[in-house]
């Protein structure tokens, strides 16, 4: 039992190596802004790009309702938790939202559901 087990977990592994390396990175585009959507579903959110790697920087977040009642987005500074943006969404609308992003690094959640946060706070300083 074990031994498939361990078995099981290095395929897993091994199959999801080529799709994490493939991930695109979100970056700036010609105006110096980079734009990030987040879809959000019942207790989690999913990123059209992988949010590792980021910079310093103008982002864009769009973020999408994928759920059938009311949710909410809530993103502070990662440091300080100071609040940065705060909004509802209703089922099936989409909000944007243009922020700063600095080395102190950010978090969001949705404040309505029960999600926890996302830490992003290996922001680096743009080069």
Not at 47 to 65: C, F, H, P, Q, R
Not at 69 to 92: E, R, Y
Request: net charge negative; aromatic share 10%; glycine share 8%.
């Amino acid at each position: 039992m074990f031994k498939q087990l361990i078995t099981i977990s290095t395929l897993i592994f091994a199959l999801a190596i080529p799709v994490l390396a493939s991930a695109e990175v979100a970056r700036p585009d010609a105006d110096g802004i980079t734009r990030i959507h987040l879809d959000q579903y019942g207790g989690y959110f999913s990123a059209d790009k992988t949010l590792a790697g980021l910079k310093t920087g103008t982002y864009e977040i769009t973020v999408s309702n994928k759920t059938t009642k009311v949710v909410g987005f809530q993103l502070q500074n990662f440091k300080t938790h100071d609040q940065i943006d705060m909004f509802p969404l209703d089922p099936g609308q989409t909000r944007t939202t243009t922020v700063e992003f600095t080395s102190d690094g950010v978090r969001f959640r949705c404040p309505i559901n029960p999600t926890p946060w996302y830490d992003l706070d290996g922001i680096k300083a743009a080069e």
